[in-house]
């Protein structure tokens, strides 16, 4: 057990337990605004495209929906994206955000399991109160929610025939957004083993990075699982019953 690490977790030099969590939740947040709230993204995007002479507008215009979509770049899926059921975004918010961590906390509860880091009460109490883990709980979920929410629009997963066509399409829109949101929640945990460690570490240089990183791995399992289910289950009930 070296001095150093010994030196960097002591009371005086580890970080926050607020600070750390809200990092990885304000950074995708601001990245989602910056995505989505512009009104002029639009713009600034067709500034580095090409111009279309009038004839070439003409034929583009009467040519399929389908031709149109083909010719579409990455960056329109997120700053011009096509959503036919506004409420379906705020939908799944909701269960990424509150339902799909709340059940890992029951099931975890249920299994007389410790509860993972990011449950612990934001500041530190001698007796945990009552309803301590709700405020955690929600800004871990608001990063999930920002990784699906990415995630769909990726994969243009609100466009009508994404989530109201045949079972099987559904649940293959619904698997490639979720292996878009797992990626980000990858980097976005890597980011902040980054941070709360204070530089890169790998495994085997120390007992205690070893097990923060095992930690960090099981709990990325468990987001991962609960995510799928809640939204795999949501998106196959909401393609069957339309």
């Keep these: 057990m070296s001095e150093s690490f010994l030196l960097k977790y002591s009371d005086g030099a580890k970080p926050s337990r607020r600070t750390r969590i809200s990092t990885r939740t304000v950074a995708l947040l601001i990245f989602v605004v910056g ?17 279309l002479s009038a004839s070439s507008k003409s034929m583009r215009q009467s040519s399929s929906p389908s031709s149109t979509r083909m010719n579409e770049g990455v960056l329109d899926r997120f700053t011009n994206p096509i959503i036919d059921d506004p409420r ?37 109490y001698t007796f945990a109160p009552r309803g301590g883990a709700l405020a955690p709980t929600l800004i871990h979920g608001a990063g999930l929610a920002c990784c699906w929410l990415l995630g769909c629009l990726a994969v243009k997963g609100y466009e009508r025939e994404t989530f109201e066509g045949d079972l099987p399409k559904a649940l293959l829109s619904t698997v490639k957004a979720g292996a878009f949101a797992t990626g980000l929640l990858i980097m976005g945990t890597q980011l902040d083993l980054y941070q709360e460690m204070g530089g890169y570490v790998q495994l085997g240089e120390s007992p205690e990075t070893d097990l923060r990183i095992y930690r960090a791995f099981v709990e990325i399992i468990n987001d991962i699982f609960f995510e799928a289910t809640t939204l795999l289950t949501w998106r196959a009930l909401r393609s069957i019953s339309e």
Excluded: R
């Design 35 to 51: 995505l989505l709230g512009l009104p002029q993204s639009t713009t600034v995007v067709n500034a580095f495209v090409p111009q």
């Design 88 to 124: 379906l975004p705020l939908t799944e918010t909701g269960i990424a955000q509150i339902v799909a961590p709340t059940l890992q906390l029951f099931w975890l509860k249920a299994l007389n399991s410790p509860f993972p880091s990011w449950a612990n009460p934001i500041y530190d």
